[in-house]
């Protein structure tokens, strides 16, 4: 652990001061296990001065995560400013845009309704991933309805925007004081596409793109990550009705994601997998298509736009 960590730290060296010539880096902290590392590793790298935290909530926000990331930041001693983007969707109506549609579905929500997206995809039998509309009518009844297609589409362009905010906001302070914006994206949010493209994966740098998920709570425990922050849920935390990673996108735990995409990147055999995971031959199968699909899915969001080679025109 101890080589893996320097690693990581002389990676964020050398691109801020080698590769970006910066002076420090910006960190977005979200009160999770990803962010939190990544601010560690940073302060490690370049110095505790040189790492600003930026912690964004807003009115959908769990109360939670602005708490959590607080009292890190405390804890690192480094300087960090809390914006409330509240106000910024406000005016691009993301909320309204938002609350339409769920009233089409949900006529009686108002504002004590809290509500969020779930994907249900049962890996036991042959079938489609199908986004469902979840409302938590303020009486703690939940309410569980099936989305459009197109109703799906609208809900998740307009929930983008929040991540897309938040990184127009990272930018601003890092340019402003000649920082770096730092990723947290891990190996399989990256692999499977569970970022938003100039969103949360509008960064300058990326060192956890190549660790798993459950080598980045390994990591935390090394790194002395409080455990309020290691044992929370790992949550996209755009939606009033709290909801986990595996509920909203993957229908799986971390571990089954993480040790999926090992054994697809090392041609692990079927029957290896069935045996170490002690599951059935079709249901590990389904799981490999479906990290498939997202695979394929999101690719282009992993590179460059393309552009027109003109090489054998001019």
Known sequence: MDSVVQHLQDFIHKQVYDNFRKRGIVVGISGGIDSAISAKLCCNAVGKENVLGIILPEKESNPQSQEF????????????????????????EIYQTREKIVKK????????????????ENFDSDGLSIPYLEVNDGNNQIHKIKLS?????????????KHRIRMTRLYFHAEKNNFLVCGTTNKAEFQQGYFVKYGDGGVD??????????????LGTYLDIPNEIIERKASPDTWSFDVSDEEFFYSLPYEI????????EKSITLSDICSTLDLKEEKVKRILNSIERKLQASKTSRIFPPSWNNKDIL
Request: charged fraction near 25%.
């Open 69 to 92: 990331a607080k009292k890190y930041c405390e804890k690192l001693g480094i300087k960090y400013e809390i914006e409330d983007i509240t106000s910024i969707l406000d005016s691009s």
């Open 257 to 264: 994601v993480d040790l999926m995409l090992f054994a697809k």
């Open 205 to 218: 740098i990326e060192p956890l793109a190549n660790l798993y998920k459950t080598q980045i709570y390994q």
């Open 105 to 120: 579905y949900f006529p009686d929500y108002n504002q004590s309704c809290k509500y969020r997206i779930v994907f249900s």
């Open 149 to 161: 297609l197109n109703d799906y589409f609208t809900i998740t362009a307009a929930t983008n925007i």
